[in-house]
């Protein structure tokens, strides 16, 4: 690529944010190389291990969902103070009052809203926007996607990344796509827009492909900073800086293998390789304030739910983690012949409730899309069987990634090229 891939224009997106800029106000593109250039803000080294006082984010309003005929808004998210505990009990968050009650037949799956069908190759990523009613989408086909559930799913807009991509991250105004590297020799970047304006970018700096990306802390410009990381193995940070573009700040280097995932919390980045490891670095200072030693074979993905971390792999386990890193649960996913389930993503959804009616509290469901292309439902916090999509009803190939969706909605996208609209009814 040249210097001037990096500064192509491009029209604002469709459905914009309004035109805050947490970022700044620049509008010029440009180019960044990542190095190491020193840690965050000043701040203190050293931090005691666990997640932080703050816990885990606990998610916001969303409206009803997309076949309940009410746009009245409601918590997608339950606030019970129940847990699992190392005795083996275990606890109920955001779990049903007294009387409350389940809509639709019990035990009935969720109900398919809809299929999405424009792209090429795998789907590899996925973000929801509830403030505009959109799913954005990355592909292996090189695109991101944009579509609008207020146009019945229409594909609104497409961008080309000008590489596979395998990482999303929507913020604001802002959109970032983790790509792959196009050959052995090769390196994976990440692309950037603004999303109502010209501006574009080119974050180069990664050896290898970017498989995860994540936003939060604050720089000294008063900005969040952006994370990415992959197969160097090393977690690369960005911030908006005086240049009016992207900057690199330092590398977080502790992970021995390809880094999978990445989660924030309050002050906390949590991040998560594929042999097993996660990592807990304090953004106060760019510290390692701790680790987890998951032992995941094939860790695939991690999840936050209030005070509760979810990890799940390719060994077919999901394990349940309490704020201080320690073990609360070990569930096996299997597949017919009783074989584990290796399990390529996770996502933690919605059922029962009210949407015209907040003080009517939810259920939750575990989704685990498993290696035998099925999307496998478990109840929270029991791990009891809540039934299964199998392929028959479902993808046809394995699903890679996992989005919740407003209301009791989540979305499924797959190797099969498609992406699945699904809504507990």
């Not at 792959?180 to 950037?192: N, R, T, W, Y």
Request: glycine share 16%.
């Amino acid at each position: 690529r040249t210097a001037a891939d990096s500064q192509a224009k491009m029209p604002s997106f469709p459905g914009g944010r309004g035109t805050s800029n947490s970022f700044g106000g620049g509008r010029s593109g440009g180019r960044s190389n990542s190095s190491s250039r020193g840690g965050y803000n000043g701040g203190k080294a050293g931090s005691s291990r666990g997640f932080g006082g703050s816990g885990f984010n606990g998610g916001g309003g969303s409206d009803g969902g997309f076949g309940r005929g009410s746009s009245a808004n409601s918590s997608s998210r339950g606030r019970g103070t129940g847990r699992w505990d190392s005795s083996g009990g275990r606890g109920n968050f955001g779990g049903r009052g007294k009387g409350g009650k389940r809509s639709g037949p019990a035990g009935s799956l969720p109900v398919k809203q809809g299929v999405l069908k424009e792209h090429t190759h795998t789907v590899t990523s996925m973000e929801v926007v509830e403030a505009t009613k959109q799913l954005f989408s990355g592909s292996l086909d090189g695109t991101v996607r944009i579509w609008s559930w207020e146009e019945s799913f229409t594909c609104v807009h497409t961008v080309n990344a000008g590489a596979p991509v395998e990482a999303l991250l929507v913020f604001e105004d802002w959109l970032f796509a983790g790509c792959q590297a196009l050959s052995p020799v090769a390196h994976g970047f990440v692309k950037v827009w603004q999303m109502t304006s010209s501006f574009e970018q080119t974050l180069e700096g990664h050896q290898g492909s970017v498989f995860c990306l994540a936003q939060g802390g604050m720089s000294p410009s008063g900005s969040p900073f952006i994370f990415s990381a992959g197969d160097d193995m090393g977690v690369k940070t960005w911030q908006f800086g005086a240049s009016n573009s992207f900057e690199p700040v330092v590398n977080l280097a502790g992970h021995k293998s390809t880094v999978q995932d990445m989660k924030v919390t309050g002050s906390t980045l949590l991040s998560a390789e594929r042999d097993g490891l996660i990592c807990m670095w304090d953004l106060a200072s760019g510290t390692l304030a701790g680790t987890i030693n998951t032992e995941h074979q094939g860790l695939m993905a991690i999840l936050l739910e209030e005070n509760f971390l979810f990890t799940a792999g390719l060994d077919g386990l999901v394990k349940v983690w309490d704020s201080a890193g320690v073990l609360q649960l070990s569930h096996q996913v299997t597949n017919k012949i009783s074989q584990p389930s290796g399990i390529t993503a996770i996502a933690i959804v919605a059922e029962g409730g009210n949407p015209a009616d907040a003080s009517v509290p939810n259920d939750f469901v575990l989704v685990t899309a498993c290696d035998d292309n099925a999307l496998k439902l478990w109840r929270c916090p029991t791990f009891d069987k809540r039934g299964i999509i199998a392929q028959s009803a479902g993808h046809s190939d394995v699903v890679r990634c996992l989005a919740k969706g407003p209301g009791n909605s989540f979305f499924s996208g797959s190797m099969d090229h498609t992406i699945m609209v699904w809504e507990f009814m």
